[in-house]
């Protein structure tokens, strides 16, 4: 294809709604993960929460935005992608804003003989709900809105957009915590997402959905998560996986401690987070030509064990800069495994079944997030600071890489050998 025909098929190939849609995903990304590169450091540092507690409110959170898609999704559906969307923005500009609230001093009294944790359950759980809408709406508009073969294109552009604003939310995060104070990277999360409710009341318009795709009702969704959930082959897939969402969450979890704590307490924390995004944002094509070869099995395998070997890196040399390349060469690992991701999902589903077991491929992240909170700070808690080895974490967490990727190779021959699933 010669430029004139790609700029062409950029510009006719898609309905309006997909620009503006990933245009409000890249802000919407923007804003989570602004505040999510800093939460860790607030709950414990700024609202001086327990470690402990600190992951709890992590996991809660971080579970239900991967998880209540399902019930955002069926909303969406219901009454179109335009009011889930005014809906989505607006419970997260007010959720956001609600969260920064409980340490600005402005508002100290009125949170001064309540409890903190508590009241963050109740403001995570009502942001989280407004959260549940966006992929669902955004993935939805996709679909609908990219014309003919451009479908591929469209989830590529969605993608990068994606990892756009993972970069970008965090370095923008490190400067406002540093000009202003922490709580107001929440101040920008918030205006963030109530210019996107703007936006979308003002130029998203509903696009009549293919007639060809029913609607499934909550009900429905619900009864197939339950066939899912009873396919053990594929159940022990999903948990196999979620230990390398597991590695990934400790980015936002564990590092920013390890790194005010042990390299320095100036530190651009929130800048070393996103490094992975930016080696997705520089390596994916290469790396997706690189293994492109590869069997999807062989290519998660090799994905696992990259990942893994990333935590040596700064565990052989603490500072900035491994840590750093400790984060771009875990996004390497995940570069080489997320494209074959699906692609694996499809041939272990049961002939007929595919698109359900693809709907489902988000479990993993949402029970790793989930988890990733609590036992994260309980290992940095009883590693770093009662047992006083701080390095060992990052063998600890090498070694939960080694544990995926022999699990994932004795499951990829295991597979095989009951041939089960399709040879990949």
Not at 286 to 307: E, H
Request: aromatic residues 16%; glycine residues 8%.
């Amino acid at each position: 294809m010669n430029f004139n025909a790609a700029v062409k098929r950029i510009r006719f190939g898609f309905h309006p709604n997909f620009w503006i849609a990933n245009g409000m995903e890249l802000f919407e990304r923007l804003a989570y993960y602004s505040q999510a590169a800093i939460f860790s450091v607030f709950l414990r540092d700024h609202l001086h929460l327990s470690l402990a507690d600190a992951g709890k409110l992590q996991s809660l959170f971080g579970g239900l935005i991967y998880s209540l898609p399902i019930l955002g999704g069926t909303l969406a559906d219901k009454f179109g992608f335009r009011r889930a969307f005014s809906t989505a923005f607006g419970i997260l500009a007010a959720g956001y804003l609600l969260i920064g609230s409980t340490g600005m001093d402005l508002f100290a009294p009125l949170y001064a003989h309540i409890s903190i944790f508590w009241t963050l359950v109740i403001i995570l759980i009502f942001t989280a709900f407004g959260g549940s809408f966006i992929k669902p709406s955004v993935l939805g508009t996709v679909a609908v809105a990219s014309m003919g073969e451009n479908k591929s294109l469209g989830y590529a552009v969605y993608y990068w957009l994606v990892n756009i604003g993972a970069a970008i939310g965090p370095a923008l995060a490190y400067l406002v915590r540093n000009e202003f104070g922490i709580e107001f990277v929440y101040l920008i999360s918030s205006v963030s997402c109530l210019l996107m409710f703007i936006v979308n009341a003002f130029f998203y318009k509903n696009i009549a959905p293919d007639s060809a795709m029913p609607v499934e009702s909550l009900g429905t969704k619900l009864k197939n998560l339950v066939v899912v959930l009873r396919n053990t082959r594929f159940m022990v897939f999903l948990l196999i996986f979620s230990l390398f969402w597991i590695m990934f969450w400790q980015e936002f979890i564990i590092v920013p401690f390890y790194v005010r704590d042990f390299i320095s307490r100036d530190a651009p924390f929130e800048i070393i987070a996103s490094a992975g995004a930016w080696g997705i944002i520089v390596f994916q094509l290469f790396v997706n030509r690189l293994t492109r070869n590869l069997p999807a099995d062989r290519a998660i395998v090799a994905g696992f064990a990259v990942a893994s070997l990333s935590w040596l890196v700064v565990a052989l040399h603490p500072a900035i800069s491994t840590m750093i390349a400790t984060i771009v060469v875990f996004s390497i690992g995940e570069m080489t495994q997320a494209p074959r991701y699906y692609e694996y999902i499809s041939n272990l589903a049961p002939p007929g079944q595919q698109g359900l077991y693809q709907g489902y491929g988000f479990l993993p992240i949402a029970l790793a997030y989930a988890l990733g909170g609590i036992l994260g700070t309980w290992m940095y808690d009883r590693v770093a600071v009662q047992a006083h080895s701080p390095g060992s974490i990052w063998f600890v967490l090498f070694g939960v890489g080694v544990l995926a990727t022999v699990l994932m190779m004795l499951y990829n021959i295991f597979s095989k050998k009951k041939a089960v699933t399709h040879v990949y």
